[in-house]
């Protein structure tokens, strides 16, 4: 009865949606003219999908993207909780492609991912996907080939549960946050490996200096300067790639472009916020209303009311809001580095907006931030780097592959942190964190004290008991490293290309600590499998896909490994990804 | 449009027109929502299943859970493996039936282990990949006293994040003449984050007659922003030489750099024809400011200090010269 009333008025919002177009009472901008089409919303249990080419301008300079039935977005595709989908994935495109659905369960040959689950698409070839859906929430969908989940390879995907959900809402729309980039990401990617502070134009400068001396004295912000140098970085190095190249979508619209989705006062609106971008982190806030968090990346969570979240790459948020007496609020989606936002309305009628706020101050990174103890202040800063080479310099032993399963597990931090030994030594490993700690209630910097109520981990609890049970068997322990300036990342210190795959035994309940050791946030996204965020004390907390890290971090979760098969482990950002930050975790009987 | 409106809106007739027709099809894809398994022998037991299910309130305590699974699993889709995440709060722990696996982690059969482990061709995802590198930190005019000089001096490498082959080159012409060039290749070797050895060959155009060196040094960055090379070369006829450069970038503004640079270069022995003597040869100061229109494209301004000691000096000056010359310069740093 639910499912039929929901199939029925999807149609019904389908069917508005191409009529206004095609009557040209959607307000397009003019420069978008000639662009892809909107995403079409498809459901159902049969699809077909072609990945092409498209031209398109978000920039006011024509580009061609690599699109999912012509629009970019791709298709917003709705499947139904129990039903058995059938996708056939066409390649138009002159090299090879691929799609992965995130965070969904299904048999490895399903997964999408080339080298791993299948041969990839050729060029004028086909593959047809099909599998149980098992589960229900808000997804999405993306390539797993090259560079073309930048490019355009990404859509949002919904299951409706077959059971009631439980929130009401009288209006539903996806709003998914993307980077795009007029320049082709893989010059992107050879400019960063050539000069990896390219595209970041706020360092700090001889200006920043004369103001540090005034504020804090010459002391403290030489001693200050010097911790910094000497670890080779600088705090300012919030995002790899920043809004000098890229220009932040929502559903596919630029901030000129104004995507605005209606309402009517007192409806209930259902936002499914859905972060596709390749490199970007976002914060977002709707100025003048409260969000009710209703489930993280597709799975209930218990309903927690706030201002403002940051939603990591490729991570999802549902949230309810009650627009009330304004005409118009904005969806305000600032990048992490501050170097630009994704923006939209809500509104009552098309055409209105309501004033776009400016983006917040630029945070920089404290060492406290990297994990390198309670050193808030630039005077204390001198003493870090000089244990961090002392640090680096440990001969750890056989630590590499040890079974932790006696360590201290929950990452309650406070303690020196232990690193593996391929990690010692290692011309791929810039910085080793020294006193991790979990940050699960951290809204994370450049969020701290901002007078909003920010939505941090330790907020989020699944709407549900631990699904599993049991205690894990056992815990595996892994570092994300990198090195700033070769713009190399990797798990361990060990590079994908050098690796070995992680093996779990079908069927086992095991732990996964990841410690942060570099000074970048990372999602951390298992397929084929859960990851059942812990709290602390070794709690379940959360059900999630795709777990942020944030630098100085350590966090643990567990993972149920009853999906037999090779699956990528990897950061989401694209560019660590493509350099190395990427394990295979082969799940064996 | 990603308006997905949960209860009909005021749209116009048109619109829902529109929908009824496009409603047809769909509700037919609905009513064949299971064709999928009509291959399959034990598709015809899954509806069933969803009906005595009822997956809301199912207790995982129920045997037929299990049952369930792996009839379903037969049915080579991977098989009714729910995730009961969504069912939780049912007390897992509690429950030690003889099934050794909990609930979540269905029986496996042929099917699941085919569709696991699929055939691949060899295919590696996210590998290496060969980067390279090419700046002209120097390529400038600079005003000389004997007249006008072109001054370049350029490095860069191809390789991987560990092993890189490097070229140096530098060189002088001036009134159109080409006063010294050389060009440099090493292998060079990540010992560390931060340190390289390099090693390889340095070829002399000019001064005097070519020559030839080996040459084996360390490159890197004691700290943020500062590139440091220390090579020692040994030459034809038993010559030997060190040098050391730094450059370092300070930022006025984010496209504003001032770049102080240095060279120095030391000599194991007299080189008269080329103008070298044993001992500190000569030292190269220049503050060179940039203004980075792009990355890679900064058009500079400077002045360059130039000094000879000892016994290069003294040939210097023997021939006429002077041993310290202070220039204008302007130029081009670019990147590739």
């Not at chain 1, 993280?296 to 403002?308: C, I, K, R, T």
């Not at chain 1, 923006?343 to 907006?353: D, F, K, N, V």
């Not at chain 2, 000089?149 to 860069?156: F, P, T």
């Amino acid at each position: 009865m639910h499912c039929k009333t929901s199939r029925r008025t999807f149609v019904k919002g389908l069917a508005a949606g191409g009529l206004l177009a095609g009557f040209g009472l959607w307000r397009a901008p003019v420069w978008a003219l000639g662009g892809p089409d909107r995403p079409a919303l498809l459901s159902g249990s049969d699809f077909d999908l072609a990945i092409g080419e498209t031209p398109v301008n978000l920039t006011g300079s024509p580009r061609i993207a690599t699109t999912i039935n012509g629009s970019l977005p791709g298709p917003t595709l709705r499947w139904r909780e129990g039903d058995t989908v059938t996708l056939r994935v066409r390649n138009r495109l002159d090299e090879d492609t691929s799609i992965h659905w995130h965070g969904i369960l299904l048999p490895a040959n399903m997964d999408g991912v080339p080298g791993l689950s299948f041969d990839g698409i050729a060029p004028g070839g086909l593959y047809e996907y099909r599998f149980k859906v098992k589960q229900s929430g808000t997804y999405w969908y993306h390539g797993h080939s090259g560079f073309q989940e930048q490019t355009g390879v990404y859509g949002a995907l919904i299951v409706d549960p077959r059971e009631p959900e439980p929130f009401q809402y009288e209006r539903d729309y996806v709003v998914m946050l993307s980077d795009w980039t007029d320049e082709n990401p893989a010059r992107v990617l050879k400019k960063l490996k050539k000069q990896s502070g390219y595209y970041n134009f706020h360092k700090r400068t001889v200006g920043d200096f004369i103001a540090d001396v005034g504020e804090h004295g010459w002391a403290a912000t030489v001693a200050e300067r010097k911790a910094w140098a000497a670890m080779r970085m600088t705090p300012t190095d919030l995002a790899d790639v920043s809004g000098y190249t890229y220009t932040y979508l929502l559903n596919g619209q630029a901030p000129a472009g104004n995507w605005t989705g209606l309402f009517r006062p007192g409806e209930r609106v259902r936002l499914r916020f859905i972060n596709a971008s390749a490199m970007t982190y976002f914060d977002v806030r709707i100025p003048g209303l409260k969000m009710t968090v209703v489930a993280a990346d597709g799975q209930y969570v218990e309903p927690v009311s706030v201002d403002e979240f940051r939603i990591a790459v490729a991570e999802t948020y549902d949230v309810i809001v009650e627009p009330q007496d304004a005409e118009a609020y904005t969806l305000f989606a600032q990048s992490l580095d501050r170097s630009g936002y994704a923006r939209g309305t809500l509104a009552r009628r098309e055409g209105l907006s309501a004033p776009v706020p400016a983006p917040d101050p630029r945070p920089r990174l404290s060492m406290a931030d990297m994990g390198h103890g309670g050193m808030e202040h630039g005077a204390h800063g001198s003493t870090a780097p000089a244990a961090h080479e002392g640090m680096a310099g440990m001969d750890h032993g056989d630590m590499a592959d040890m079974d932790h399963g006696a360590m201290n597990h929950g990452g309650a931090g406070g303690e020196m942190q232990v690193h593996p030994a391929s990690e010692t030594g290692s011309p791929l490993v810039d910085m080793q964190t020294m006193m991790p700690t979990a940050k699960l209630d951290d809204p994370g910097f450049g969020l701290r004290d901002n007078g909003r109520r920010v939505l941090t981990y330790a907020d989020l609890r699944s709407a549900f008991a631990d699904p599993d049970g049991r205690a894990p068997g056992r815990t595996l322990e892994l570092h994300l490293t990198g090195h700033m300036e070769k713009f190399a990342w990797s798990f361990d210190g060990i590079p994908f290309a050098d690796a070995e795959p992680l093996r779990l035994k079908y069927g086992e309940r095991l732990r996964i600590v990841l410690v942060n050791d570099t000074m970048m946030t990372h999602p951390i996204h298992l397929h084929g499998m859960w990851s059942d965020l812990e709290d602390e004390q070794g709690n379940f907390l959360v059900r999630k896909h795709t777990l942020d890290m944030p630098p100085g971090s350590k966090r643990s979760y567990r993972v149920t490994a009853n999906a037999l098969g090779r699956w990528a482990y990897h950061c989401h950002l694209m560019f660590h990804m493509e350099t190395g930050m990427f394990r295979e975790v082969r799940v064996e009987e | 449009m990603a308006a997905l409106r949960k209860f009909p809106t005021p749209t116009s007739r048109a619109a829902a027109l529109a929908a009824a027709l496009v409603a047809a099809p769909l509700s037919a894809l609905g009513a064949d929502e299971h064709a999928g398994h009509a291959r399959h022998p034990a598709a015809p037991a899954e509806p069933m299943a969803h009906g005595a299910m009822d997956h809301g309130e199912m207790g995982h305590g129920d045997e037929a859970s299990d049952d369930m699974e792996m009839q379903h699993g037969q049915g080579g889709h991977g098989g009714m493996r729910m995730d009961h995440g969504t069912h939780g709060g049912t007390g897992h722990a509690q429950r030690s039936s003889a099934v050794s696996r909990p609930p979540n982690v269905p029986a496996l059969t042929d099917a699941d282990r085919a569709a696991a482990f699929p055939v691949l061709s060899a295919h590696s995802p996210h590998g290496r990949s060969l980067n390279s590198f090419l700046l002209f930190d120097k390529l400038e005019y600079q005003d000389a006293d004997d007249g006008s000089a072109l001054v370049w001096d350029a490095k860069g490498w191809i390789g991987g994040n560990v092993d890189r082959l490097w070229v140096r080159s530098e060189g002088e012409r001036t009134n159109g003449r080409t006063e010294r060039a050389e060009f440099q290749a090493l292998w060079g070797h990540a010992i560390g984050p931060w340190w390289d050895l390099v090693g390889g060959l340095r070829q002399d155009f000019k001064p005097g007659s070519p020559q030839t060196w080996g040459g084996f040094g360390i490159q890197g960055m004691p700290f943020y922003g500062l590139e440091t090379e220390v090579t020692a070369y040994l030459g034809e006829g038993g010559q030997s030489s060190l040098r050391l450069e730094g450059d370092y970038s300070l930022l006025l503004t984010n496209r504003l750099i001032l770049q102080p640079t240095t060279e120095i270069n030391l000599y194991g022995r007299n080189d008269r024809e080329r103008g070298v003597g044993s001992g500190l040869g000569d030292v190269e100061a220049g503050l060179r400011l940039r203004y980075e229109f792009t990355r890679q494209f900064a058009p500079y301004l400077g002045v360059t200090w130039n000094r000879l000691y000892g016994e290069s000096g003294d040939l210097a000056r023997a021939k006429g010269e002077d041993d310290e010359e202070t220039r204008f310069v302007a130029g081009i740093r670019l990147w590739f």
